[in-house]
């Protein structure tokens, strides 16, 4: 015997309220089809994370490389920054590294074994944890005064 509870509402009437039909999420039947398949949209959002993640390493890369920030950078970007020294852009640098090295060991778990995912998942957790410390203090050297 087959019963589909969801479709003739009643969970919602044992929780105590009514829906009008039609109203509330909408739970194709198996084998129907929708406008998106769910796991394409895991992809979509692993595809933007692993841009954002390499994004986050390029820019940091060359805040560390470079110990300046860009000029276009300055009116958009610095606004918790008060004074821009090599040391506080260096810093920034290896927090954005870290940040992106964060997101893209998460992005890894995917595909990795079981194992190598936990490890990536606590590499993931310690660069993030580092990356906001860094910027806490580079932050914080920049507007101290100077002596």
């Not at 129907?32 to 959002?45: A, D, H, L, P, R």
Request: net charge positive; aromatic share 12%.
């Amino acid at each position: 015997m087959h019963v589909e509870v969801r479709r003739q509402r009643h969970a919602q009437r044992l929780a105590g309220f009514h829906l009008p039909i039609g109203a509330g999420p909408y739970f194709p039947a198996s084998g129907e089809e929708t406008v998106y398949k769910i796991g394409s949209v895991g992809y979509v959002v692993e595809g933007i994370a692993y841009v954002g993640g390499t994004v986050l390493i390029g820019a940091g890369l060359y805040l560390v490389l470079r110990g300046t920030f860009p000029t276009w950078w300055r009116e958009r970007l610095l606004w918790p920054l008060v004074r821009l020294t090599p040391t506080v852009s260096h810093l920034q640098g290896w927090a954005a590294v870290g940040l992106g090295v964060s997101i893209l060991a998460i992005v890894f778990t995917t595909v990795a074994p079981d194992v190598v995912a936990g490890l990536l998942v606590v590499l993931a957790m310690a660069a993030y944890v580092v990356a906001v410390g860094l910027f806490l203090f580079s932050t914080w050297l920049s507007r101290r005064s100077a002596a």
